[in-house]
């Protein structure tokens, strides 16, 4: 394995096997640090980004680029990937179903029908398995977007992350962190070894932020969760399009079509309180995010059960998103049902985000002092 200057992974050359001799894959960068070109033998693909997301995959055939796939995401919200038209058609539009971790778990076509689906470690290593569950050496639909929604490279099997590759065999980088100390101490760590709670976005530092206090990390946690709401929203929007205008040009057979999605899904977590020793270090984050898809609604048991705080850390709190605005239900001082029944029973704070009059809010009910505090989300360049 050679390197760049600026410690990005140059060249890599595999060991040679009895099924195949020794295979050389290159990577060219761009002024942004995002790998743009993959050289192997005389294969040569290109990788077109909007921001910190891939828009396209282009392939180099016969001194002219061929669209190999289209990736359809968010330009400014990460690893925001719904879809995948191959060839750059239409008509050739591949689903992706994920969980909330963002992992890809299944593709599907256009009309709904399972293609593939995928099974991880808790550092990556992935099982690929078709459409009738057979385990597969490798993608048959040469999909390579899986675990985290990140670029697996068929040859390597390291994950594309914008600054750094990773291997998920080790579960480290094997390169350098590009901040140094400031995405920890181990520059070549992945995300504390702890590969369940947390993730990386960028290939600089996990995904789990500290804040100064619960509301903070309550109002963050909020924000996240309207967020991964908004998104699967979107995806059941256009499976149900697509599946309506497939019934009525008669190209597939359904039975009673499913009612348009209406309302967005919540989802929520915990928020925790870090310890050291014993005791309270002032850190606050919010823990993994789940949701309740059968209704829509989420149980505040299920957000016990699922939604984890590391060991030894203490719950702080609790996050959620709602469907319309940032209304807490329930009465103030009982311990009823409601949110705020759920806060005052377990006398931890619990907040609720959603869209006031357009705006992104969060309501944060205070058990300690029955008060509940609103907080709008600055638009952008808002002071």
């Given amino acids: ?16 096997t009895i099924k195949a001799g020794k295979r050389t894959v290159s990577y060219r960068y761009d002024a942004l640090g995002r790998r743009v070109i993959r050289i192997e033998g005389t294969k040569r693909t290109a990788l077109i980004w909007w921001g910190n997301s891939e828009y396209s995959e282009h392939l180099h055939r016969g001194g002219q680029a061929v669209i190999q796939n289209d990736i359809m995401s968010h330009p400014t919200r990460l690893n925001a990937v719904v879809a995948r038209a191959k060839q ?51 993608s ?17 099997g390291y994950y594309l992350y914008k600054y750094r590759h990773y291997d998920p065999q080790l579960g480290r980088w094997p390169s350098r962190d590009p901040i140094e100390e400031k995405g920890g101490v181990n520059l070549y760590g992945f995300v504390g070894n702890d590969g369940i709670n947390q993730w990386d976005l960028l290939g600089l530092a996990p995904f789990a932020p500290d804040y100064g206090s619960a509301d903070e990390a309550i109002i963050a946690g909020g924000e996240y969760a309207l967020d991964l709401a908004l998104a699967d929203f979107s995806t059941r929007l256009a499976a149900y399009q697509k599946i309506k205008k497939a019934k009525k040009l008669k190209r597939i057979k359904y039975g009673r079509l499913e009612l348009a999605p209406k309302l967005i899904y919540e989802y ?44 030894g850390d203490k719950s702080a709190g609790y996050y959620h998103n ?53 907080h709008r989300k600055k638009d952008e360049g808002e002071k």
């Fill in 268 to 311: 929520g977590g915990r928020v925790c309180c870090e310890q050291k020793d014993g005791k309270a270090t002032g850190k606050f984050y919010y823990a993994n995010a789940v949701t309740g898809k059968r209704t829509g609604a989420l149980s505040m048991l299920r957000i016990k059960m699922r939604s984890k705080c590391k060991d």
């Fill in 88 to 138: 750059g058609s239409k008509f050739k539009i591949q689903w992706y179903h994920k969980n909330y971790l963002d992992h890809v778990y299944a593709l599907s076509n256009k009309r709904g029908k399972l293609i593939e689906h995928y099974r991880y470690s808790a550092f990556g290593e992935i099982e690929i398995f078709d459409r009738r569950g057979r385990k597969q050496g490798q």
């Fill in 322 to 374: 709602h469907p319309k605005d940032s209304e807490l239900s329930g009465t103030i001082g009982k311990k009823g049902g409601g949110d705020m029944g759920v806060s005052d029973r377990d006398n931890l704070p619990i907040g609720a985000t959603g869209r006031d009059f357009g705006k992104v809010t969060t309501r944060i009910y205070h058990p300690e002092d029955n008060t509940i505090t609103k």
């Fill in 1 to 16: 394995m050679t390197y760049y200057p600026d410690n990005r992974i140059r060249t890599i050359r595999t060991i040679r």
């Fill in 140 to 156: 048959q639909i040469n999909n390579q977007i899986t675990w985290n929604t990140r670029r697996l490279d068929t040859l390597t």
